[in-house]
Every structure is written in C-alpha cells, then in structure tokens.
C-alpha cells in the first residue's frame, strides 16, 4: 500500500513533464473528461423505456437535485478541485512528499462525496421504476459489466 502514493506521485511528474502548463497537466480531455459520468443514469433510462408520468417525475428529480446541488455547493466544488490540482503540480515541483499525501487523501475524500452524491441520484432514478423496468436495467448492466469485463480481460473489481 505504501508503494500507491509514490506511483502516483511518479505518474503525476510524468504527467507534468510533457505539458506546458503543470495545472492544466493532469486534467482529463475528450469524452471521458471529468462531469460527463453519466452513462449509467443515461443507459438506465434508455433501457427502461419510461412512461410519460415517469419523464415528468424524472425531469422534477432532476431540478430538484440540481437545486439541492446548487444550494450546497454553489460552485466551490469545480474551485477546490482546481485549486488541488495547483497545489499538487506544486508539491510535486517542490518534492513535498508530505503535502502530497495530505492533497492525496483530500482527493480522496472529494471523490468519496462525490461517489454519494451520484448514488442518491442513482437511488432517485431507480425509485420511479417498476419492477419489470428495474428486472431490464440490471438485466442490461449484467451485460455492459461482462463485456466490460471480457474487454479488460478479467476481472478487476
């Protein structure tokens, strides 16, 4: 376990030894870029093929949660992630394994929060289902998780 932190310190310098700029290093582009993870809820809706009343019901879950996320977080979030990923280009410059462990279990912690806040939404969603829509959606996940699976070439959760 020791040995994670300095891999990623070492990924991380590497990360910043071919970018220009070191706080724009790390940053995830293209389409797997950090805010666009919502392929679960998007397959989810796909497969389930939603009543009218279900739409309306979804389409008011999600003004609320983004109301709800609105009022919480009021932008900070995006802030302090930017903010860490500086202060981490700079530890890293400066050789700081120590505050570089520290922004690591900070990182931690946010992706933490963040996994909850995507399960409420995910709860939110499952719960206007019927049980014949929730039997296609696992049906459908079973079978983008063994592919997934197969194209990694085993398991690895």
Do not use: Y
Request: hydrophobic residues 35%.
């Amino acid at each position: 376990m020791k040995s994670i932190p300095k891999i990623l310190a070492v990924s991380s310098i590497f990360c910043l030894a071919f970018a220009a700029n070191p706080a724009e290093a790390c940053e995830r582009r293209g389409p797997h870029r950090a805010g666009k993870g919502h392929g679960l809820i998007k397959r989810i809706l796909r497969t389930a093929q939603l009543t009218p009343d279900q739409k309306k019901q979804l389409k008011a879950m999600r003004q609320e949660f983004k109301q709800d996320l609105q009022a919480k977080d009021k932008g900070k979030f995006r802030a302090k992630r930017r903010a860490m990923r500086n202060q981490m280009a700079a530890a890293i410059e400066s050789g700081d394994e120590g505050e570089l462990e520290e922004l690591l279990a900070l990182k931690d912690q946010m992706r933490a929060k963040h996994q909850r806040m995507k399960m409420k939404k995910l709860k939110m969603v499952l719960s206007i289902l019927t049980d014949e829509q929730r039997a296609r959606v696992a049906k459908t996940m079973r079978q983008h998780q063994a592919k997934r699976q197969r194209r990694r070439g085993g398991d690895f959760d």
